[in-house]
């Protein structure tokens, strides 16, 4: 079945700075990826996704890109915030009877230091 | 409501007791999915519902899970005969699943701990 791997497990950056979180996934069908941020003791929110058939995705300070030839996807974050700081995580899936069945990375800890 | 509900927000039970785990999703979202968080890990698909329908649960570890939707809005996740191993946040997510719009929302969940 899917695996989908994520890296770095922490992060720590200053503030102003970029931060970069990279997953890989195993199966070449995957055509949808979400990342999620989720802050302390909340929920998964969705912060931005892309499809199988975009290379890349912006969303003002987050952008997102895609290799389907690597299989390999990376969540970008510009002049980084405090208010940043949070679990990152990414899934994939892929299209299956018309839902979207999440396998998600084990997410990435990501603290912006004033 | 505003967005995807869930109840009770905090379970301890004991080691062989049943829980019931319920989740109110946001109005007309036809999808409702199940997800399991441990500690420290991002979510591990349970089981999937189009309106009532249970169509996918393989990811339900044992037959001790059950899942049902019996009215294609609220569901409920039932654990028999519960293990310490249960112990995890258990998340609902519903999704519109319409004119491409497959946004997964999560509702707060519901920790349970297996004692």
């Known amino acids: 079945g899917e695996n989908v791997e994520q890296h770095p497990s922490t992060l720590s950056v200053q503030e102003g700075d970029s931060a970069v979180i990279k997953c890989t996934y195993s199966?070449?069908?995957?055509?949808?990826f979400p990342w999620y941020k989720q802050e302390l003791g909340k929920r998964p929110q969705l912060i931005i996704d892309?499809?199988?058939?975009?290379g890349e995705k912006k969303d003002q300070r987050i952008a997102v890109t895609l290799n389907k030839t690597a299989k390999h996807f990376s969540l970008h974050i510009t002049e980084t915030q405090p208010e940043d700081s949070a679990v990152y995580f990414c899934a994939a899936s892929k299209p299956a009877r018309g839902y979207n069945k999440l396998i998600f990375g084990a997410g990435t800890r990501l603290a912006v230091h004033p | 409501g505003a967005g995807v509900s869930q109840s009770p927000r905090y379970k301890v039970t004991k080691r062989g007791q049943d829980v019931a785990l319920r989740c109110d999703p946001i109005s007309g979202h036809v999808s409702l999915y199940w997800y399991r968080q441990a500690l420290g890990q991002g979510p591990e698909f349970l089981t999937y519902f189009n309106y009532e329908a249970q169509q996918d649960k393989s990811g339900l570890p044992n037959d001790r899970f059950s899942a049902e939707r019996p009215e294609g809005s609220i569901s409920t996740l039932t654990i028999q005969r519960t293990e310490q191993r249960d112990s995890a946040m258990y998340r609902c997510a519903s999704s519109l699943e319409s004119q491409g719009r497959t946004e997964a929302f999560f509702g707060q969940g519901t920790r349970l701990t297996v004692v």
């Open positions: 199966d070449s069908a995957s055509n949808y």
């Open positions: 892309i499809r199988s058939n975009v």
